[in-house]
């Protein structure tokens, strides 16, 4: 028997370091794939007994919720392997930024928002579909919103790419219009930070939900009270 | 400049005298309090600790000043609780606060109990800009500093943690002396089992009710034995202790979750912990060790600034007083709701 040749495994690249998770660049499986890999460290200011029943829950419930979500057709990083008991999730590697980046960049330009409205109609498209799934995305912002790069990128306009949906770590089923209107709230409030002409744009993303989900007249009366209150109740005892 | 600070939002009153002087820690003169303290199994109700706020005002106000040698006309403002807190102890103190406004003709502050806590802490340890969690019976918040207000990043969607373990102590007939809290941690110190608990954090907001549900109905088992008697995963026999270490672990695990949150968020290093709850030497190990981990620090008092006091109003009050802040008479109300986010913080850049 020969010995099988090993290709030495890709070093991981930490990209981002969350308050729950790490984010690595990697590869899976063979080293021309890349993939992310989201890694939920052990916490030692936990019971080792309810760390370990976190970190397993929450990596099956954000891995859970990615296939829901693909299995929909809801454009959503897809699950290459989930290591429940490390706390580790092999996804997809997406190439492209951030709406967020897309923003800042198209937007400091003159007349730059006839560029980005396609995409706001993408990310509304996304948005409803996923609510219509019956899935809160729990922090969804413009930095958990990825523009996909074109295969030829510059034939194709920012219009045109794909949009994912990002970092379900928060999420969760829920069929409450409270919860969907908060989600849409999150992303108003993020748009609104970003630039003053992203007010406008919500608009569109707003319409496009509208005609993605059936039930988005409820959601968008609950965003109204959303809105008038603030995320938080006003009520302190 | 000298503050007298009246506090008495729950059951505890607090008289305290503090001296301002530019560019110095502030002095403290005097910090006196005496607290209500109800039999085991019942809580403080409003009226009665009303009535012991009443009585003990006067008292506590005349040794704070003997104490402290300091002189009626030396004082500049008298500051009070004008909320958030209980309504009935609220107003008794509110009405003493005004009776010595003008008795001696001095000018009156309003100030919130939350940036009470906050800013006595802040001054107490040192910490400059740092995430703040605030946890007492009444409130469980995670604040950060930005623009003059003190944002409100995530608190509890129900009951405070406090209370949630002020009841629970309750339902184990636990003394409420010194502090329902205080006993509670000194149990959970000997238990060692843990008992699966709900775990309810949801972003950077948390939820109490449904673990003291749970909690409540294993004690229930435990201390009847029925259905079957209560086992511990590793099928020993579960004990009180074990119970007050397991709500313990389970609801100072979510805090510090969601503080690492807001410091992630905030991008701070620094955390600060206030009110009641942070004299739990647990609490303080865990914080410990999650700021560690991020490179920072954590920052906590004892029990004479986490627990409720007279001081932290006089020092918060004496703040807004300096820059030009009075309560006239006739506003000079307070009220069970009032946000930490609602004071302008005209006193920090």
């Known amino acids: 028997m020969g010995t099988m040749e090993i290709d030495p495994p890709t070093p991981k690249l930490l990209i981002k370091q969350g308050a729950e998770a790490q984010v690595y660049s990697t590869t899976y499986l063979l080293p021309h794939i890349p993939a992310l890999l989201k890694h939920r460290p052990s916490k030692p200011y936990r019971h080792p007994t309810l ?24 454009p959503v990083p897809a699950v290459y392997f989930v290591d429940e008991s490390r706390g580790e999730i092999f996804m997809e590697w997406i190439t492209g930024s951030s709406v967020r980046e897309v923003l800042d960049e198209v937007l400091a330009q003159e007349d730059g928002e006839s560029v980005v409205d396609r995409m706001m109609v993408r990310v509304g498209a996304a948005v409803g579909a996923l609510h219509a799934a019956d899935i809160v995305h729990g922090d969804l912002t413009t930095s958990n919103i990825m523009v996909r790069n074109g295969e030829r990128e510059e034939v194709v306009g920012f219009g045109e790419r794909e949009v994912v949906l990002i970092d379900f770590g928060l999420g969760a089923v829920s069929t409450q219009d409270e919860d969907k209107a ?26 496009s939900y509208e005609q993605n989900y059936n039930g988005a007249k409820v959601v968008l009366r609950r965003l109204q009270d959303v809105r008038m209150r603030g995320r938080k109740r006003s009520m302190i005892g | 400049m000298i503050a007298l600070g009246l506090e008495g939002s729950a059951n505890k009153l607090g008289v305290g005298l503090i001296r301002h002087i530019p560019s110095k820690p502030a002095e403290i003169l005097s910090n006196i309090r005496h607290t209500f303290v109800s039999p085991p199994g019942e809580g403080f109700l409003p009226k009665d600790t009303a009535k012991h706020h009443r009585s003990w005002v006067v008292t506590l106000v005349k040794r704070s000043l003997k104490e402290s040698g300091v002189k009626v006309k030396d004082i500049d403002c008298i500051c009070y609780t004008k909320g ?59 604040i950060a500093y930005a623009e003059q207000r003190y944002r409100i990043f995530g608190e509890a969607l129900d009951i405070a943690v406090g209370n949630c ?9 636990i003394s409420n002396d010194p502090a329902p809290g205080y006993n509670i941690e000194q149990m959970a110190k000997k238990g060692k089992n843990l008992v699966e608990l709900p775990y309810a954090v949801k972003g950077m907001d948390c939820s109490f009710s449904g673990i003291l549900a749970v909690v409540d109905m294993m004690a229930a088992q435990l201390l ?15 004990t009180r202790e074990d119970l007050c270490f397991s709500l313990q672990e389970t609801v100072f695990a979510m805090l510090v979750e969601i503080t690492e949150r807001a410091m992630a968020h905030v991008g701070s290093e620094q955390v600060l912990i206030v009110g009641g709850v942070g004299c739990n030497e647990r609490l303080q190990e865990m914080m410990g060790l999650m700021a560690r981990d991020r490179g920072g620090s954590v920052y906590a ?26 309560t006239p008479l006739e506003e000079s109300t307070c009220t069970q709701r009032f946000r930490t986010d609602e004071v302008l913080v005209k006193w920090r850049d």
């Open chain 2, 224 to 238: 009847s034995g029925k259905p079957k008697p209560l086992l511990a995963p590793e099928g020993e026999l579960v």
């Open chain 1, 182 to 207: 908060v989600d849409l709230y999150v992303l108003e409030r993020a748009f609104s930070s970003t630039h003053p002409k992203a007010e406008k744009l919500f608009q569109d993303v707003l319409k």
């Open chain 1, 51 to 74: 760390d370990a029943r976190l970190t397993k829950h929450r990596c099956l419930s954000e891995s859970r919720l990615l296939i829901r979500a693909r299995s929909l057709g809801i």
């Open chain 2, 301 to 326: 008092t004892d029990e004479r600034f986490c627990i409720d006091n007279g001081i932290m109003i006089a020092h918060a009050g004496l703040l807004a007083y300096e820059t030009g802040f009075v």
């Open chain 2, 84 to 142: 958030p807190g209980m309504g009935a102890p609220l107003q008794s103190v509110a009405i003493a606060a005004r009776t010595l406004s003008l008795l001696w003709g001095k000018p009156l502050v309003g100030v919130n109990h939350c940036v009470g806590h906050i800013e006595m802490g802040r001054e107490i340890t040192g910490a400059n800009n740092p995430v703040v969690l605030y946890v007492s019976g009444g409130n469980t918040q995670v």
């Open chain 2, 165 to 173: 373990l002020d009841r629970f102590a309750r339902t184990l007939n």
